[in-house]
Each structure stands twice: as C-alpha cells, then as structure tokens.
C-alpha cells in the first residue's frame, strides 16, 4: 500500500535553532517527492522537489535530502525565523497513474521569538 | 497569471442546503483536484480531472459532484450539506499530469455546516 508517514506530528523550537522534519515512504514505483510549506489559512506551496538520483536539495536555509534505499526524506531548516511556522507536507509522486500523488499528514512547526 | 483562484472564501451552510465551491486556474493545465482537509489532518482527494469532460473518483467522493465543461474551471458541488463535511477545501492543478509537474493550490474555502 502506498504510504507517506510525517514525524514529528507538531514541534516548537525557538527562533534562530535548527530542526530537522522527517517523512517515510512506501510509493513505488517511486518517481519524485516534494516538500511544502503551508501556512495558516492559505494552500501549499512547494519548497522542492527530488528525484531518485538526488540527496540533497536546497531553497534558501530549507535542505532537503533522500535517501531512495531505505526511502526516507529529511527537511532541515536553519537558523529558523517566526515566519517559518506552518505546516511542512511531504508529498511523494508515483510513475504511473493519473491519481499518483501520496501525502502525508503533515509536520506543524512552530517558532517562537 | 492569477494561477489557481477559489469562490468563496468562507461559507456557512445549514444542514440540507446545496452549493458549489467554484475553481478555476488560467495556466492551461489538463490535471485538476479537489482535496478537502479536516483539522489536523492530511490532504485527503475528493474527486480529479485529467481533462475538460473527464473526471473521476478520489479516496472520499461521498456527498460531492464534479464537472469539468471547460479546461479553466472544475466546480465541486454539495447537495445534500452534513457537518460531516465541515472542512477547508482545497483545489489543484498540474500540468500535463506528468510526476515532475508542479501542483498548484489555491487558497482554499472554508466550509462550517450547522
């Protein structure tokens, strides 16, 4: 069955730290998965996208990395500001189907001053 | 471009009552898709479209009609409103479906049923 699990469910850091937002995957045939970032009360964005061959991606102080082996994905945020709270979605595309998106649940992230 | 617009912003309804959540996106992309989310929750697909007369069903179609007469609009419609279906929702589109393609969100509607 195809699966996008979100860890952890919600996290609060304090602004200037770093955190790290995990997503594992079980979509095959895999073909590429994104971060995105959605705010309060708006629709998501997308941060980046990776395909099977790339391990790491960056956007500004957002790294993405994957590992297509054991089919996790990581986004790190750095030196993490106030505007940076919201929710991060990893969303992994399968090869085939029309319907071929998966996503998960989602990561809230909350940065206070 | 406007990308992908949604009407209205905020709606009340009361039990029983009908309406049509109005998308529309002027990018020219054949791909389109209704997702509601619930609080706390994943994005979870109502129904998509690869195409002007072409739908089909997603996980929750329950409750809820598509159609898609044009490429720029894909209307959701609710005829028999239940708080079952208090939710955000959300419209998409992509490209030419391809995995690569970005998708496009708007800004959502948010719907309370009483």
């Known amino acids: 069955k195809n699966q996008v699990e979100q860890s952890p469910q919600s996290l609060i850091i304090l602004e200037g730290k770093n955190c790290t937002l995990q997503?594992?995957?079980?979509?095959?045939?895999?073909?590429?998965l994104r971060w995105y970032k959605q705010d309060t009360g708006r629709g998501p964005v997308s941060l980046t996208i990776m395909t099977f061959s790339e391990n790491t991606k960056s956007n500004g102080r957002y790294t993405a990395t994957l590992d297509a082996d054991t089919k996790q994905s990581s986004l790190h945020i750095t030196a993490s500001q106030l505007s940076d709270s919201a929710s991060y979605i990893c969303?992994?595309?399968?090869?085939?189907?029309?319907?071929?998106?998966?996503f998960g649940t989602g990561t809230r992230l909350t940065v206070i001053p | 471009n406007a990308g992908v617009t949604q009407t209205p912003k905020f709606r009340i309804l009361k039990i029983g009552q009908s309406m049509t959540l109005q998308c529309a996106q002027d990018?020219?992309?054949?791909?389109m898709y209704w997702y509601r989310q619930d609080p706390g929750m994943g994005l979870k697909l109502i129904y998509y479209s690869v195409g002007a007369g072409i739908t089909d069903k997603g996980e929750v179609p329950n409750g809820y009609n598509v159609s898609r007469s044009t490429t720029e609009d894909f209307p959701l419609r609710l005829e028999l409103a239940a708080p079952s279906q208090t939710s955000v929702y959300f419209c998409a589109s992509r490209g030419q479906g391809a995995p690569r393609e970005t998708q496009y969100f708007g800004p959502g509607t948010r719907l309370l049923v009483l």
């Open positions: 997503c594992n995957y079980t979509v095959s045939p895999f073909s590429n």
């Open positions: 969303v992994v595309s399968a090869e085939t189907g029309a319907n071929n998106l998966f």
């Open positions: 990018m020219n992309h054949n791909y």
